[in-house]
Structure formats: C-alpha cells, structure tokens
C-alpha cells in the first residue's frame, strides 16, 4: 500500500459510485482523497458513497478532505455519504463533533439501500 | 516513571519516525490498543501541527518529542524553539453560517482536547513545550507473566 498505507478504490453499484477507503488516513496522504472525491464530482457522478469499512486510524487531515468534498458536492449538487463508520474511527468522527456534519448511513448495504 | 526522547526534523516524513517509535514503546509497556491508537492521533496532530507551523520562515530545524508512562499515564511533552504557540489558546472551529458543516480548519487541536485529560503549555528560553497526558487502565497481566511476577516478589 503506497502513501503512508492507504489505498483508494471506487466502483459502480447502480448510480451510486462507492469509494472504498483502505488503511490509515492523515497528513501526508488525505489530500489524495480530496483530489479523488473532488475528481468524481467535476466527472459528474451525484451519489458518492465514501465506504470506511478498511480505515484502520484517520487523522482531522481526514475529516478536513471529507468537509471539503462535501462542500464541494453541495456546490455541484451531488449527495455524499458515508458507511460502515465504527470502532475508534466512529468516536472520532463524535469527539469532532462532525457526526451530525455529514451524512452517515450505517452498513453499506444499509446505505445502498437508502440511496438507491 | 519510564520514557524515551526522539528528535524529529520538521519534514513532514519525520511523523513516521515518531509513530514507529511510539508503536515500539507502547508494545514495549504494554500500552491498551485503543489508548495507543488514541495517542497516536494526538502525537500526529501535535507534530503535524510543530512541523507546518513553528517556523513560518522555514528553514531546516530540529525538536524534541519524549513519550513517557508510569502505571496509569501515559504522556508525550513536545518541544520546539518555534514561534510561541499555545494550543491552549486555540478557539474551537465555529460552525459555517451557511452549513451544518464546521469549516475545515482547528480540528486537530480540538480532537486533542478530547483525547487527552492534561494539556499544559510553557514558554521558556524561547522554547514551546506542550505537555499532553491521559490516563489508562493498565491491561492485566497474562497469567504465567503474573505468576512469573508473583515468585519473583
């Protein structure tokens, strides 16, 4: 896994477009992530489904590229979500105070199903 | 009370120095998973942080980070002869008058607010030092360690 152990992957289930987020995120690799969700909005895509179930540790750098993406997708009227935020990665998400910032759906099937 | 001192350059690929070194250390003591990972978050952020902000007029520079524990505690002191900086001081990111959304700047120092249960900063000798502490349950023996420690005593 290259850049500080994170890998970033997306595919197509239906018409929502799943980024699958592998590995640790923080300083020296969240601007990837910026650059990935911001890239699949410009191309178009307006259901983006940013799937946790690999992130092992996440620093605020993550959760700085996730406000920014979701800005960015409010601006360009396309929906970002998030799933199968858990563990450590979920209190996080909580001690920011960004669970009510962004839209989280549960499991992936879970979001699939809300955002089909 | 054990501890260990690094020396880190402000290159951001020295965080990766500092984080072996404080995966080392807590496999070493003994340190529970989930207050590992959480003072690998705040040893990130405050390094981060050191690396990016200290010397606005860049330049090649050296500072100091010592992990330490003692039974309950587990601690990281960070010093730099940087621009004075008191994360104490830092305001917590305001929501966006347009958005639910906080804009994407403080966070770091706001999550190490609440990962830790002692923040302390000094300005002394021109020099920064943050001291950040949290306290753990230290994590049971295994059972012929115990006993190892039990004959020993």
Same mark, same amino acid.
């Given at each position: 896994?290259?850049?500080?152990? %994170?890998?970033?992957?997306?595919?197509?289930?239906?018409? +929502? =477009? !799943? !980024? @699958?987020?592998?590995?640790? *995120?923080?300083?020296?690799?969240?601007?990837? +992530?910026?650059?990935?969700?911001?890239?699949?909005?410009?191309?178009?895509?307006?259901? *983006?489904? +940013?799937?946790?179930?690999? +992130? %092992?540790?996440?620093?605020?750098?993550?959760?700085?590229? &996730?406000?920014?993406?979701?800005?960015?997708?409010? @601006?360009?009227?396309?929906?970002?979500?998030? =799933?199968? !935020?858990?563990?450590? !990665?979920?209190?996080?998400?909580?001690?920011?105070?960004?669970?009510?910032?962004?839209?989280?759906?549960?499991? @992936?099937?879970?979001?699939?199903?809300? &955002?089909? | 009370?054990?501890?260990?001192?690094?020396?880190?350059? $402000?290159?951001?690929?020295?965080?990766?120095?500092?984080?072996?070194?404080?995966?080392?250390?807590?496999?070493?003591?003994?340190?529970?998973?989930?207050?590992?990972?959480?003072?690998?978050?705040?040893?990130?952020?405050?390094?981060? $942080?050191?690396?990016?902000?200290?010397?606005?007029?860049?330049?090649?520079?050296?500072?100091?980070?010592?992990?330490?524990?003692?039974?309950?505690?587990?601690?990281?002191?960070?010093?730099?002869?940087?621009?004075?900086?008191?994360?104490?001081?830092?305001?917590?990111?305001?929501?966006?008058?347009?958005?639910?959304?906080?804009?994407?700047?403080?966070?770091?120092?706001?999550?190490?607010?609440?990962?830790?249960?002692?923040?302390?900063?000094?300005?002394?000798?021109?020099? $920064?030092?943050?001291?950040?502490?949290?306290?753990?349950?230290?994590?049971?023996?295994?059972? $012929?360690?115990?006993?190892?420690?039990?004959?020993?005593?």
């Amino acid at each position: 896994m290259a850049n500080g152990g %994170l890998s970033i992957a997306h595919s197509h289930s239906g018409h +929502v =477009c !799943v !980024v @699958r987020l592998t590995g640790r *995120i923080d300083n020296s690799n969240a601007s990837e +992530v910026t650059t990935q969700l911001s890239g699949l909005i410009v191309s178009g895509e307006k259901n *983006i489904l +940013v799937d946790f179930d690999g +992130v %092992l540790y996440l620093t605020s750098a993550a959760f700085r590229a &996730l406000l920014i993406a979701a800005d960015q997708a409010e @601006r360009n009227a396309a929906r970002l979500a998030m =799933c199968s !935020v858990k563990g450590h !990665v979920h209190d996080l998400f909580e001690m920011g105070g960004l669970l009510d910032s962004f839209t989280i759906l549960g499991s @992936r099937d879970e979001a699939l199903a809300r &955002l089909a | 009370m054990r501890s260990i001192e690094v020396t880190l350059r $402000n290159n951001p690929a020295d965080i990766s120095v500092i984080r072996s070194a404080l995966d080392r250390f807590g496999a070493e003591e003994r340190i529970p998973g989930k207050v590992l990972i959480e003072m690998q978050v705040v040893l990130d952020e405050i390094v981060s $942080n050191v690396i990016k902000y200290a010397w606005p007029g860049g330049g090649s520079h050296d500072f100091l980070v010592r992990l330490s524990i003692d039974h309950t505690t587990v601690g990281v002191e960070v010093v730099d002869d940087g621009q004075a900086y008191d994360p104490r001081d830092a305001p917590m990111p305001a929501p966006a008058s347009s958005s639910r959304r906080p804009p994407p700047g403080g966070l770091g120092i706001h999550l190490i607010k609440q990962l830790v249960d002692f923040l302390e900063y000094e300005r002394i000798d021109e020099h $920064n030092r943050v001291s950040l502490k949290k306290r753990f349950v230290a994590a049971a023996l295994p059972q $012929n360690e115990a006993s190892d420690g039990k004959r020993r005593a």
